[in-house]
């Protein structure tokens, strides 16, 4: 690569960090999903003169982008809601995909001129998986009800393989002119599926060997990152699912870090991935808007009102499709899982359901998946409408993003459904029980301890019990008290931080003290403060 080529690479990484930077602020500000903002941000930059042309690159998403975006989105996935919801998740990663592949192929030839149903397959293919990222970050800022979030969340991760799959079938009918039969199909996707979970529970078990021999921050850190990227590429080699293989990966580890990680790897372990997953991110959204001009270039021989017609008519009907399928798919799934499966679970409801139906958002990996369809058929012809799929995937995703997430806060507050009390419960329940055995176990070793210092066992015991009065909810005169107190101690001892760094940098400031024994002092004082800051949080 030459010097010239290295300083553009640089100049347009500044650029989209900046751009990443400045716009998630304003969406903080204006308390605004990021997201959203990043793509309308896109739109209007990419016609900005001077700006650089940016392509997106297949490869770049799904090789570097799309592994460790997923690795974090399992990680931070609850298995026992996982599990819990397994069959409804279904009903849309597996369902809803399949379902609007072949609505999309039996639509196509009516809605746009010159389709055929393998070209609408292509279509429907492309633009059936919703992405992870957008569906997440909206739903828990509008504060979404966790059973709803749990669905999308679990769909958007699964989802993905059930959309390459069928674009894989789809690509094959066009270019080769072959049609694939159920048989191969179900044989392809049992290979795909059981293939890429085996390989990441097999490289996440050796990982999990690996983290238990050694407590090191930054070598157990690269682990993580690296065994997204080996079990991505590691499966794709093999041709099985990458992105279950991540996904699988990703649940067990996440579910089994809190036995191998130290304290102090977890605290760096949060903060590396909050900033690579924000990062990536920022670029993916931002990507997308700045892709406009490219896609408008690339179509031919259609005027502009006509695309948009084919985009507007194109966007209604899919989110129709999902609407369609989502109610009976939510009873069936009900069925299933009270009937033959015996779980104690509730009939959803008409808002939850219209809700999960509205939040069909898609991402990046269709842009992606469009992008990377081949110029040319096995004949040497063009590949039929590769410009229009690729314009009408675009304009699914910045409808889909933009008026979908715009509008599904003031749906979620019309419906009724906004809460934030059932996870809160569960923490606090757990908090108190968690408190208690503390209490217990201190108590036992009260009983066997020299009498000498029974002042620091009373200490600790009322240190314990106003902790668990500041989250038992019960209403006694006596447990208020010893609330109130908690809740001071942790004021006073904020304030005593804020002294103690104080105190430290004017030691820096005057020369008595290196920077490098402030920085250590500011790493213990920066722990304690989190400490606080998070135990009023919790009990607020």
């Not at 026992?80 to 809803?96: E, K, Q, T, W, Y």
């Not at 507007?312 to 899919?318: A, D, E, Q, T, W």
């Not at 329940?429 to 029974?454: K, P």
Request: net charge neutral; glycine share 8%.
């Amino acid at each position: 690569m030459s010097t010239a080529n290295i300083h553009g690479a640089q100049l347009i990484v500044l650029l989209l960090l900046l751009f990443v930077a400045a716009f998630s602020a304003l969406a903080r500000r204006f308390k605004t999903p990021y997201p959203i903002v990043l793509v309308i941000a896109g739109l209007i930059i990419g016609f900005v003169p001077g700006i650089p042309r940016i392509t997106l690159e297949p490869d770049l998403i799904f090789l570097v982008v799309l592994p460790p975006l997923l690795y974090a989105a399992a990680s931070v996935t609850s298995w026992r809601d996982f599990s819990h919801n397994f069959v409804s998740i279904g009903m849309l990663a597996f369902g809803l995909a399949g379902f609007t592949v072949v609505c999309v192929a039996v639509a196509g030839p009516w809605l746009f001129s010159d389709f055929d149903w393998r070209v609408g397959c292509v279509l429907g293919a492309t633009v059936c998986t919703t992405d992870a990222i957008a569906a997440t970050s909206i739903a828990k800022r509008i504060g979404l009800p966790k059973r709803i979030v749990d669905l999308l969340e679990g769909e958007s991760l699964l989802n993905d393989a059930t959309g390459l799959l069928s674009l894989e079938f789809a690509i094959i009918m066009v270019v080769n002119g072959q049609t694939p039969t159920v048989g191969s199909g179900v044989l392809r996707l049992a290979y795909l599926s059981f293939s890429g979970v085996g390989i990441g529970l097999i490289l996440a078990r050796i990982v999990e060997w690996v983290e238990n021999q050694i407590d090191d921050g930054p070598i157990e850190i690269a682990l993580s990152i690296l065994v997204s990227y080996a079990a991505y590429l590691t499966a794709e080699a093999v041709h099985a699912s990458g992105v279950l293989a991540v996904v699988a990966a990703g649940l067990y580890l996440g579910r089994k870090s809190s036995q191998f990680f130290s304290p102090s790897v977890r605290l760096q372990s949060r903060a590396v991935w909050d900033l690579l997953t924000f990062t990536l991110n920022g670029f993916v959204f931002i990507l997308i808007g700045l892709q406009l001009p490219s896609v408008l270039a690339g179509v031919s021989g259609v005027t502009t009102w006509r695309l948009i017609l084919y985009g507007v008519l194109f966007s209604l009907f899919l989110i129709l499709l999902r609407m369609f399928w989502t109610f009976p798919g939510a009873y069936l799934a009900y069925f299933i899982r009270t009937r033959l499966l015996h779980q104690d679970e509730r009939r959803p409801g008409l808002g939850q359901m219209f809700v999960v139906g509205w939040t069909g958002m898609r991402g990046v990996i269709a842009l992606a998946a469009a992008m990377s369809l081949p110029d040319t058929i096995a004949n040497g012809k063009p590949f039929p409408h590769r410009d229009l799929i690729i314009f009408l995937t675009f304009f699914v995703i910045v409808v889909t993003l933009v008026l979908q997430g715009l509008t599904l806060s003031p749906l979620v507050r019309l419906l009724g459904l906004a809460e934030k009390s059932g996870p809160r419960r569960e923490a606090l329940e757990a908090r108190r029980l968690v408190l208690e055995a503390a209490q217990a176990r201190l108590e036992d070793m009260r009983v066997g301890d020299s009498s000498e210092f029974v002042q620091v066992y009373d200490d600790l015991a009322q240190h314990y019990k106003q902790r668990l009065a500041s989250v038992s909810g019960v209403s006694q005169e006596q447990n208020r008290t010893d609330a109130e107190q908690h809740f001071r101690y942790l004021d006073l001892s904020r304030t005593l931080l804020g002294v103690e760094r104080h105190a430290a940098l004017c030691m820096r400031d005057e020369g008595r003290i290196t920077d490098e024994s402030l920085r250590e002092i500011e790493n213990e004082l920066d722990l304690s403060e989190a400490r606080f800051v998070a135990a009023t949080k919790h009990q607020i």
